[in-house]
C-alpha cells in the first residue's frame, strides 16, 4: 500500500503560481511512477503531468507544457508539480496517483494509488 497526501493549493490570481507537494508513505517511493491528475467541477478526471521513478523521463498534457514542472525527490518521498502562468481554466482539484510502470502514465485507469486531492482556485 501507500498512501498519498497533497499540499500547497489555494487561491492564487490568474498568471500567479503555485507548488503542490505529494507526500508518500508505506511502499518504496522509487519503486513509484508518479502522476497528477485534476478535475475540475463537473468534468472527467483528466491527466496533467507524470514522472518516472528516477526523474529521468516525464510526460505532459499539452494544457501543461512549458507551464508545470513536476519534479521528485526521493529521499523525501515527494512529488511536486510547480504551476506557473495559471489561468482560471486551471481552477480544479489536483490528486496525485502512482503507479509501478511508466507505460501508459497518461492513463488514470493505469494508477493504482491516489491521494485525497488539493483545492487549486485561480481568480480572474
Known amino acids: 500500500q501507500v498512501q498519498l497526501v497533497e499540499s500547497g493549493g489555494g487561491l492564487v490570481q490568474a498568471g500567479g503560481s503555485l507548488r503542490l507537494s505529494c507526500a508518500a508513505s508505506g511502499r518504496t517511493f522509487s519503486d513509484y511512477v508518479m502522476g497528477w491528475f485534476r478535475q475540475a467541477p463537473g468534468k472527467e478526471r483528466e491527466f496533467v503531468a507524470a514522472?518516472?521513478?528516477?526523474?529521468?523521463?516525464?510526460g505532459y498534457a499539452d494544457s501543461a507544457k512549458g507551464r508545470f514542472t513536476i519534479s521528485r525527490d526521493n529521499a523525501k518521498r515527494t512529488v511536486y508539480l510547480q504551476m506557473t502562468s495559471l489561468k482560471t481554466e486551471d481552477t480544479a482539484v489536483y490528486y496525485c496517483?502512482?503507479?509501478?510502470?511508466?507505460?501508459?502514465?497518461?492513463?488514470?485507469?493505469?494508477?493504482?494509488?491516489w491521494g485525497q486531492g488539493t483545492q487549486v482556485t485561480v481568480s480572474s
Open positions: 496517483a502512482a503507479k509501478r510502470t511508466y507505460t501508459g502514465y497518461a492513463s488514470l485507469k493505469e494508477y493504482d494509488y
Open positions: 514522472i518516472s521513478r528516477t526523474g529521468g523521463s516525464t
